[in-house]
């Protein structure tokens, strides 16, 4: 890969370090569980006028972004390349299973907490539990990108033993409560959104995800706080929130006019597994750095 380094002539020898340092660590995750050293090699200082950045395919398939998640007591992350891998290797070994009615063991909590704004409430945090606020949003919940978030949640929670999501909630767990157009059509954005997601199957409301309103006490009748039901379901071979970013190169029909080309979410969870030939299908991997 060449990059064209348009400051060449007034660079300083920092310039280059603050710019790869910030890049290096992108690449990392990127390559997991290769490292940087195996798979790039630099050639071109700061003052050269381009830097040629080359690239070994490793042996395992690289993900700019999976869009499976996982929760931890803390906060909801992308999981790793292992992580990945771990939930793939137990759908493969047969315990693959869908829930059928999971939604009944999630955490216990007393409804009348949440009508209460401006109070704390008695739990917290935690693998299966998360709070959404989105203070900063001045428009209708479900006209807003916050909705991305909510799918991060799902798809977590779905990936492990189910949880809660309490839309209206702040992170220190005060009741603050949000604004809605109505309940039809929050519940019908949240729908589509679970229906566009990558579950490997067709999830049910009132099976593998539902939604409960509770308005708060002597607050105006489009302030409630939102709950979100999501069942685990850690063995059904992991539930994307949206399709992974992973690419190859398609070798073409003319010299140096190959194809750029993204893995499929069902070939991606397959080439996930450990001990795939893969590689001989494709010529290398493409990273798009912009």
Not at 43 to 63: Q, S
Not at 89 to 108: D, F, Q
Request: proline share 5%; with cysteine.
């Amino acid at each position: 890969m060449i990059l064209e380094n348009v400051d060449y002539k007034k660079a300083k020898p920092k310039d280059l370090d603050i710019f790869f340092q910030r890049l290096e660590q992108k690449l990392k995750s990127i390559i997991d569980p290769s490292s940087y050293g195996d798979v790039f090699d630099r050639f071109g200082t700061f003052n050269h006028e381009k830097i040629r950045l080359f690239v070994k395919a490793p042996g395992h398939v690289c993900t700019v972004n999976s869009h499976l998640y996982l929760a931890s007591d803390t906060s909801i992350y992308q999981a790793s390349y292992k992580e990945s891998q771990d939930i793939r290797i137990l759908y493969k070994r047969g315990e693959a299973h869908v829930p059928t009615n999971n939604l009944s063991g999630l955490p216990a909590f007393d409804p009348n907490e949440l009508r209460c704004c401006g109070k704390l409430v008695s739990f917290h945090e935690d693998k299966q539990v998360q709070f959404k606020h989105f203070p900063s949003s001045k428009k209708p919940l479900e006209q807003s990108k916050h909705c991305l978030k909510i799918g991060q949640c799902i798809s977590a929670f779905s990936n492990g033993d189910g949880g809660l999501i309490f839309i209206g909630i702040d992170d220190d767990g005060k009741v603050q409560g949000r604004s809605i157009q109505s309940k039809e059509s929050f519940e019908e954005k949240l729908s589509s959104l679970i229906s566009k997601m990558h579950w490997g199957f067709s999830p049910v409301k009132g099976t593998h995800w539902d939604i409960k309103f509770f308005p708060g006490e002597g607050s105006s009748s489009d302030s409630v706080v939102i709950v979100v039901y999501v069942a685990g379901m850690r063995n059904c071979g992991g539930v994307l929130f949206d399709a992974p970013e992973s690419y190859y190169l398609q070798p073409g029909v003319e010299p140096n006019r190959d194809e750029l080309c993204s893995l499929g979410v069902e070939e991606w969870k397959e080439r996930i597994l450990p001990d795939e030939d893969w590689q001989k299908n494709y010529q290398g991997l493409l990273i798009n750095l912009l």
